[in-house]
Every structure is written in C-alpha cells, then in structure tokens.
C-alpha cells in the first residue's frame, strides 16, 4: 500500500505494470513476478491525508482479507534527530492535530495512539531497521510545533498516514508493517524542501522508494 501520488507515480515507473485495477480511492495491480500459486502480491494506491488513508486500508482489509498489509513511503524528518533517507519501521503513531476546547485536554489524542504489534515478525533485515514513534497529521510539519512534538513524544518522523492507517490495522486484528524513508528534515529554521519546486521534492522521494522497494521484494522473496 502506497499513499501519496509522487510515491505512486514511482511504483508505476518501476513495475510497469499491465494491467490498472480502479477502486473509490486508487487503482491497484498484482505484481506477477512477486506472486506465485499460494501467495498475491497486490500493489494498492490507497491516497494520501488520514481520511484517504483510513478509508483505503478499510476497503482493502474488507475486499482482500490479506494476510498482511505493507505500508511503504516517505517522511518527514526531525533536524538533528534523524539523517536524510533513513528507513524506520514504525511501531508506534499518535495522530496529534486534535484539539479539545471542552472537557479535559487531550483527551481526543488519548483515544488515537496506537502500538503496532510486531511481534511476529521475524526477517533480520526489517527487524534491524531503526524502530520509532511516527506522528501524524493532515499537514505538514510545522516548524514551530518540532521542539513540542519531540518533547512530548519522543517522535523523531512525521507524515499524513501512519497513524490512521494503524489505528484502523489495529482494529481489524490485521497485520501491519509499515516502513517509512525520511524525504526531508524539518526544523526550527523551517523545512529543507519547503517552498522548493516539484522536481526537487520529487528527487527525494525517489530516492526513498527506491530503497524501500528493494528491501519489500527482498522480504517477499525471505517470506516465500
């Protein structure tokens, strides 16, 4: 599963695919090299923000019932926390922008935290990678918020799915693994693409996917 339309763009470049399969939220494809008698390997542009995201992992867990779901893309990272194009396997998110203005703050964010269970996992490789907390928000990061969002949660990451995509994984029993390639890093001084023109946002992005992609098939081949 892929969310946002630079990602997708990039999967499409790389596989070539056929055949393009519409839904309510994206178009999908099997990538037969990666498939065999027992097992399908379905690529799925789910779209990008937490409603998309939410939406699309509910309607592939309902059409498919997969045996596990592989969310792949890209981040945004803390300056000074993190270097540029480092995979993290999420295992946890807490969507932040929810605000309370009645009852006790807070409240809302309590309810969507959420631990990925990764327990079952077992390929060397994506065990090794760097665990951390992602946070998610229909937004970018904000500079100013980066000093708040480290403090209060520890988070290093930030992007516009993980955390609604879990939250629904979570709630289905369903097996999740998400991996995620820091594109840009945010700061106190801002953001080091912010403002920059599409090919440049593009250039890190694909630097990310093509890493990621070669450790997925890597892991699909260990599974198979």
């Known amino acids: 599963m892929v969310c946002s339309d630079f990602e997708w763009d990039y999967v499409i470049d790389h596989f070539k695919p056929e055949k393009l399969t519409q839904t309510p939220y994206g178009v999908w494809f099997i990538n037969e090299h990666q498939s065999n008698e027992k097992r399908q390997v379905k690529w799925f542009h789910g779209g990008w923000g937490k409603i998309a995201s939410s939406g699309s992992t509910q309607y592939a867990i309902d059409k498919w019932q997969p045996e596990l779901i592989i969310n792949i893309g890209t981040c945004g990272g803390f300056k000074g926390k993190i270097e540029k194009d480092q995979v993290i396997l999420i295992d946890r998110t807490?969507?932040?922008?929810?605000?309370?203005?009645?009852?006790?703050?807070?409240?809302?964010?309590?309810?969507?935290?959420?631990?990925?269970?990764?327990?079952?996992?077992?390929?060397?490789?994506?065990?090794?990678?760097?665990?951390?907390?992602?946070?998610?928000?229909?937004?970018?990061?904000?500079?100013?918020?980066?000093?708040?969002?480290?403090?209060k949660y520890g988070a290093i990451v930030g992007d516009w799915e993980s955390g609604a995509i879990a939250w629904v994984a979570a709630r289905n029993g369903q097996r999740l693994l998400i991996l995620r390639g820091v594109s840009d890093l945010v700061g106190l001084d801002g953001g080091d693409i912010y403002g920059k023109p599409e090919p440049i946002v593009r250039e890190g992005v694909k630097s990310v996917m093509q890493n990621l992609i070669k450790i997925i098939e890597k892991f699909i081949r260990a599974i198979e």
């Open 94 to 151: 807490v969507v932040y922008d929810m605000i309370d203005l009645f009852g006790e703050s807070g409240n809302s964010l309590k309810k969507f935290k959420t631990a990925i269970n990764l327990d079952w996992l077992m390929d060397e490789t994506i065990k090794n990678q760097p665990k951390a907390l992602m946070v998610t928000a229909d937004q970018d990061l904000a500079p100013e918020r980066i000093t708040e969002l480290y403090n």
